[in-house]
């Protein structure tokens, strides 16, 4: 601990101009600023259950105020700072060089500096001589839970020696004040001498050697609390940070990951173009190109997966605990490619998703079908839809161009192009993933962007009007023109509890996390279908039988499969995470997963189908449902659902998953399919494991009480219950008017289906459309009491309303 000479403060610990990081906590902020005071706490803290944080020192705030006051720069500084309109961004640009030029022309004072060398020579001791150090900003108003002035100083990696550690000390301290420091510490509020500058000499972790990312505690993009994003690509952090490639992204469920499973419920390659490594030359880093193969693996095994997000957890934990609620954290991490360990170089309360209110829904959607093929696709950031003239803007130098109201089209942003990204309706770059600064910044603000679309600037034009949808999952698209849309706010206040409980009908699993914060009691129909088709894209036979596929089937496989050379494996991991995606947004509640209900010309119809599928005349009433999973031309594949199912269950925890069986003609057919279930790891009753069917058949109705002594529970099926009750096929126009799942026979059925449930203690919902589109059917079903609704998602609200209402008037 170095202090500074009496007369120029108070005796005390604030008198210090270098504190090491393990003198430090979280309550040091104004001494030591956000970034270093959390570092201290995490080394204080945390490292003792395994959190591995580099070691460092701190020059502090006092330093800072005490170079400020020797040097009489104060009075100089607010003088150019009288009358600064941040809104000109040419006079933001001049103001600000000329305050970084007065702190870089004015040399530290001759003890401070002494400290500094000191206290790095301390460090080369332990890690030898010249030892490589990250040199960080951390200002006394940044990291705060409303306001995260990230990315508002400087960093500057790979040095070493002391006479560049000093020289990036000083270039921290002239940081404070960036074009972007300036103007966000204006529109914030914040007096420019409130706030002091702190600067972290860290040991650097060799990730140019290995890799690096950032990860959230949270889902960045709904809010969702139990979800952890880890993104990762090769070299050191900043090309992460600022968005210069598309790192690879991770999602694991906190909530049975901290019970000991193995919940990573998804993992996407990034590109991964580019890795800084450390330069031998006259600049400290350069960019180098990832070869092909790096490139197409991931960054991170699973085992670095799994350490990432406990440590998440850990760290999210402990700054709830501090600061008496919820805590997001957003965290910087690191591979050491000399000792092969993972590191934590940074943490901080997450600034956006953890301020929204929870009471009201906002839900954004277009007015009309959109038929046209977006211009461009990327990663959605945010839930919204906003449009407006794209303006192309790839030099920084241009920023004073962009107009109000504008969406900006470039490849990447940083801190330098903050004081314009606050004009635009929203943001379009090619590079960057989710936890670039492209995207942190529009959260922040409030705006959409879509990060990572590759070729914006050369397919948009400037003034071309556009359309920006972050709300159709997480593929953000451009559309030509200004579609109409609408924006529907639903407050969640003093909703009724039912005693029918509401379920939800999901059907893409990267809508699951934004739909579980619509209240409900779970999911009653989540389809298999939509992953094969969507996800997959390839019949499973097709993967089991690879070797004997025709030369372009073949072609086509291995490029969806590059990452696997055991085919059928894809099948079961794809499966496995959308399935798994959905259990984790709803848990603990229950999750009806119907298995695969394809007819055999939807089946043919995925890569690779046709040479296992046979050509039916009436598919509707063929080989569909229950009647494939046992026989021999499906049983393998059927296999391949179940390990899917296994996993989701076993390796992730996920029990709240409760299979279903469609097209179950008669209860000897349910049993054959339940030893194919138990040959392959789900033996029903095995770990709480419960099978349901569907009840879509005037036979399941008939013989409902034998189907009780097979089955846990029914869910009606009303579409294709009203299909085969009335002799409809609902697929033809011809009789499409005579198709209503309100007719007499239909609610006969339906009525005697749920009595007999009743009767023999099972569990009965219905899954179908029928309650979704009709309030009096929704009526009717509650008054037969029947268990449980599972409703489309915009229908959840009024029909939970409805319901409520029914049940009062009982």
């Not at 070691?55 to 700072?81: D, H, M, P, V, W």
């Not at 400037?462 to 579609?483: F, H, M, P, R």
Request: glycine share 8%; net charge negative.
């Amino acid at each position: 601990m170095v202090k500074v000479a009496e007369e120029h403060f108070p005796s005390s610990q604030a008198r210090s101009l270098i504190l090491w990081f393990d003198q430090v906590g979280i309550a040091d902020i104004p001494l030591v600023g956000g970034k270093n005071a959390s570092l201290g706490e995490m080394i204080q803290r945390l490292t003792s259950q395994g959190v591995n944080v580099p070691n460092g020192f701190a020059t502090t705030a006092t330093a800072y105020r005490y170079f400020i006051q020797a040097a009489e720069l104060e009075a100089k500084l607010r003088s150019l700072f009288s009358g600064l309109d941040v809104a000109d961004v040419n006079h933001l640009r001049h103001v600000g060089k000329q305050a970084r030029s007065l702190i870089l022309n004015t040399p530290f004072p001759e003890d401070l500096q002494q400290a500094i060398t000191d206290a790095y020579q301390t460090l080369c001791d332990h890690y030898g001589a010249d030892t490589d150090v990250a040199v960080r900003s951390s200002a006394t108003a940044e990291d705060l839970p409303d306001a995260s002035f990230a990315g508002q100083q400087e960093t500057y990696l790979n040095i070493s020696g002391i006479s560049r550690v000093l020289e990036a000390c000083h270039r921290c301290f002239a940081s404070l004040f960036t074009d972007r420091a300036i103007s966000y510490r204006q529109i914030k509020g914040f007096d420019h001498f409130d706030v002091a500058l702190s600067v972290g000499v860290q040991k650097m972790v060799r990730s140019d050697l290995a890799t690096s990312g950032v990860m959230f505690s949270i889902e960045t993009e709904t809010g969702f609390p139990d979800a952890a994003l880890i993104t990762a690509a090769y070299g050191l952090g900043e090309n992460v940070v600022q968005g210069a490639v598309n790192p690879d992204e991770y999602y694991v469920f906190k909530t049975t990951l901290k019970a000991g499973f193995r919940p990573i419920l998804e993992k996407r390659l990034g590109s991964k173009e580019l890795k800084m490594v450390y330069d031998d030359g006259s600049k400290l880093t350069k960019n180098i190109k990832v070869s092909a193969e790096e490139k197409n693996q991931f960054a991170l095994n699973d085992e670095e997966i799994l350490q990432l997000a406990r440590w998440a957890c850990l760290i999210e934990d402990h700054y709830s605990q501090i600061h008496g609620k919820h805590t997001p954290m957003d965290i910087e991490w690191a591979k050491d490619g000399v000792t092969q360990e993972l590191f934590i170089v940074q943490a901080r309360p997450e600034t956006v998703q953890s301020q929204k209110s929870t009471n009201i829904l906002r839900n954004y959607e277009f007015t009309t079908e959109v038929k046209a093929q977006p211009l461009v696709i990327g990663r959605a950031v945010g839930s919204a839809i906003a449009q407006g003239k794209a303006h192309v803007i790839t030099d920084a130098s241009k920023i004073d161009q962009f107009l109000p109201g504008e969406v900006l089209v470039t490849d990447r942003t940083d801190p330098d192009w903050e004081p314009i990204m606050k004009k635009a309706s929203a943001m379009i770059t090619n590079q960057g993933g989710r936890t670039c600064h492209a995207a942190i910044i529009a959260r922040e603000l409030g705006i959409p962007a879509i990060v990572g679309c590759g070729d914006a600037t050369t397919v948009l034009q400037t003034n071309q009007d556009v359309t920006i949808s972050c709300a159709e999952g997480e593929e953000g698209k451009v559309y030509a023109g200004l579609l109409p849309f609408e924006v529907k706010e639903i407050t969640l206040e003093n909703l009724p509890r039912t005693r029918t409980q509401i379920l939800m009908n999901v059907g893409n699993p990267q809508e699951a996390f934004r739909l579980a914060a619509i209240p409900n009691d779970g999911v009653g129909l989540a389809r298999f279908e939509f992953i094969i088709a969507n996800h997959i894209q390839v019949h499973p036979l097709a993967l089991l039988n690879y070797g004997k596929l025709d030369q372009f089937t073949k072609a086509k496989i291995a490029e969806l499969t590059a990452l696997y050379d055991d085919k059928p494996q894809y099948f079961v991991d794809k499966l496995a995470q959308g399935v798994g995606r959905i259990a984790a947004a709803f848990y603990p509640k229950p999750v009806i997963v119907r298995m695969s209900d394809f007819k055999s010309n939807e089946y043919a119809n995925l890569l690779g189908g046709k040479q296992f599928e046979p050509d039916e005349e009436n598919p509707m009433l063929g080989w569909r449902g229950a009647a494939r999973y046992y026989d021999e031309g499906y049983s393998d594949g059927f296999a391949l659902e179940c390990q899917a199912i296994l996993r989701v269950r076993e390796e992730m925890g996920l029990t709240n998953i409760i299979p279903m069986i469609p097209f179950c003609r008669t209860p000897d057919e349910g049993r054959m399919v339940l030893a194919e279930m138990a040959k392959n790891g789900l033996k029903q009753g095995e770990n709480g494991l419960q099978v349901y069917v569907m009840c879509e058949l005037p036979n399941n109705v008939i013989m409902a009480e034998e189907f009780a002594e097979v089955f846990d529970g029914f869910s009606i099926g009303s579409n294709d219950l009203t299909q085969l009750t009335l002799g409809i096929d609902r697929d033809s126009a011809l009789v499409a008017r005579l198709f209503d799942e309100r007719s007499e026979g239909v609610k006969r059925m339906v009525k005697m289906a749920i009595a007999a449930a009743k009767k023999h203690n099972r569990k009965i919902g219905i899954c179908g459309q029928a309650p979704s589109d009709y309030p009096e059917f929704a009526q009717f079903l509650v008054e037969q009491g029947i268990d449980t609704i599972s409703l489309n998602p915009d229908s959840v609200l009024k029909t939970m309303l409805m319901v409520a209402e029914a049940e009062e008037n009982e």
